[in-house]
């Protein structure tokens, strides 16, 4: 077996193929040392979705933009004595709702 990492598109596209070809998903999983549960994911999602290639964007949803995360540790940095509660606060009256661990230091 081989270490754990993503399968990309074109060999997604390639076991698809052998498949396709009404090869086993065993022959198949086996040519291409990979195990079968992933082979046999793979051809399942295939025929569900009638693509190969994986889904990007999982996560949650982020509620501030990067340039707002950008002004807030600068208004954090330019006043060191207020409060991540204060700051948070200030932020929150503008409509947004911010994580107070962004704002320790990583340090």
Same mark, same amino acid.
């Given at each position: 077996m081989s270490s754990r990492h993503h399968i990309d598109d074109f060999m997604r596209g390639r076991i698809i193929?052998?498949?396709e070809e009404e090869r086993k998903i065993t022959d198949v999983a086996r040519e291409?040392? &990979?195990?079968? *549960?992933?082979?046999?994911?793979?051809w399942k999602?295939?025929?569900?979705?009638?693509?190969?290639?994986?889904?990007?964007g999982g996560g949650r949803v982020r509620s501030t933009t990067p340039?707002?995360?950008?002004? &807030?540790?600068? *208004?954090?940095?330019?006043?060191r004595r207020t409060t991540a509660q204060q700051v948070e606060n200030q932020f929150l009256a503008s409509g947004k709702q911010i994580s107070r661990k962004k704002l320790l230091p990583d340090v």
């Open positions: 193929g052998k498949i291409f040392n &990979i195990a079968h *549960s992933v082979v046999s994911r793979l999602s295939f025929k569900t979705t009638g693509m190969c290639s994986r889904r990007h340039a707002e995360d950008r002004y &807030i540790v600068l *208004s954090a940095k330019r006043n």
